[in-house]
C-alpha cells in the first residue's frame, strides 16, 4: 500500500512539474523571458518577485493578464513593459497563473 501512495505522489509531482515546464516554455516562446529570469531581474522584475508581491491579492491574476496584454509603467520602476497583444488570452492566463505559483 505504502508503494502505490508513493507511486501516486510521485507521478503527481511531476505531472505539476511537466505542467509548470510547459507554463514556462510558453513564456519563453512569447518572448516574456526577454525580460523577465524566473529568480534574476533582467529588464523587468523576476517572476519570483512578481509572485511574492501578488502572494495575497485576490485581483492579481486577472489584473496581471491585462498587464500583459496592455503594458505597464511604474510599478517596478521608470523602465514600461511594453504591451503584448499578440498573446492569446488564453497563453496570458496560463503564464500568469504560473508566474504566480513560483
Excluded: R
Excluded at 502505490?4 to 515546464?21: F, N, P
Excluded at 513564456?27 to 516574456?32: D, E, G, P, R
Excluded at 502572494?55 to 509603467?73: P, R, S, W, Y
Aim: proline share 5%.
Amino acid at each position: 500500500m505504502k508503494a502505490v501512495v508513493m507511486s501516486a505522489v510521485a507521478a503527481l509531482v511531476l505531472g505539476i512539474s511537466g505542467v509548470a515546464s510547459a507554463d514556462q516554455a510558453l513564456a519563453q516562446k512569447n518572448a516574456c523571458m526577454s525580460c523577465h529570469g524566473v529568480d534574476k531581474k533582467i529588464v523587468g522584475p523576476a517572476f519570483k518577485e512578481v509572485a511574492a508581491k501578488y502572494k495575497n491579492d485576490k485581483g492579481a491574476e486577472a489584473a496581471l493578464v491585462a498587464k500583459v496584454k496592455t503594458g505597464g509603467k511604474g510599478v517596478w520602476g521608470q523602465i514600461p513593459m511594453p504591451p503584448n497583444p499578440q498573446v492569446k488570452d488564453e497563453d496570458a492566463k496560463k503564464i500568469v497563473h504560473w508566474i504566480l505559483s513560483l
